[in-house]
């Protein structure tokens, strides 16, 4: 069963690098959704045009047949957890917070609310990732925590792309997959401020894994280590 991965969605630039994020992550045949979340108050969208939103989010990189999820929460990364729980979703992408220069990683806040507690995995896409729809994964880098799920993600990641794994902070990267922290609850996500700190000063995606949860990007689901 492959691996489903839920793209969070609201048709800005940001969340179009999510998208772009998405698909490199799905290349090896994961089922690929978007989901929007409406919110109870603010500027939120109604029903139809979240519909037409995710629509036209879906028709951008030609799958217009793409699964679409829409759940109402005051809370976006609730309503996301929701939608992940409900689909047996395996990663949620999100792009990164609003402003960041092109290039740079920086979770928003309900990226960040997902990864201290999360039972999905955690992709951040750097700014801009959108503008660069050929980008080339040679070296997919591991921050592995002492859990092997992580070492075994970044491999089963590096076989699907046809790249090589390297130790964080040995040379060059262009995707990083991070493990939880020790004393994280199984199949949680949690980082270690060292972790933490590699994310936010990242320039290429980056991929949290929940503790003791290996994914497979053979086209398995996601499985224990």
């Known amino acids: 069963m492959a691996l489903k991965i839920i793209v969070s969605y609201d048709d800005t630039d940001n969340d179009r690098d999510a998208l772009a994020l998405g698909r490199l992550l799905a290349f090896s045949g994961a089922e690929l959704s978007l989901a929007y979340v409406r919110h109870s108050f603010g500027e939120s969208l109604d029903q139809q045009a979240a519909e037409q939103l995710l ?76 503008s660069n729809p050929a980008l080339s994964v040679n070296t997919v880098g591991v921050i592995d925590e002492g859990d092997p799920a992580a070492r075994q993600t970044a491999d089963s990641l590096a076989a699907a792309l046809g790249a ?18 020790k004393e994280a609850p199984e199949g949680k996500v949690v980082l270690s401020a060292a972790s933490d700190y590699a994310v936010e000063a990242a320039n290429y995606p980056v991929l949290v894994i929940p503790r003791g949860t290996a994914l497979d990007f053979s086209g398995a689901a996601a499985s224990a280590a």
């Open 164 to 181: 090589t794994v390297a130790e964080h902070g040995s040379g060059p990267l262009d995707l990083l997959v991070v493990g939880s922290r």
């Open 55 to 130: 629509a036209r989010g879906a028709e951008s990189v030609g799958t217009p047949d793409m699964p679409k999820f829409i759940v109402a929460n005051p809370a976006t990364s609730v309503g996301l957890a929701e939608v992940a729980a409900q689909e047996n979703a395996d990663v949620i992408v999100f792009g990164s917070e609003y402003r960041t220069a092109n290039g740079l990683v920086k979770p928003g806040i309900s990226a960040h609310k997902l990864l201290l507690g999360g039972g999905s995995a955690i992709a951040v896409a750097p700014a801009g990732l959108r």
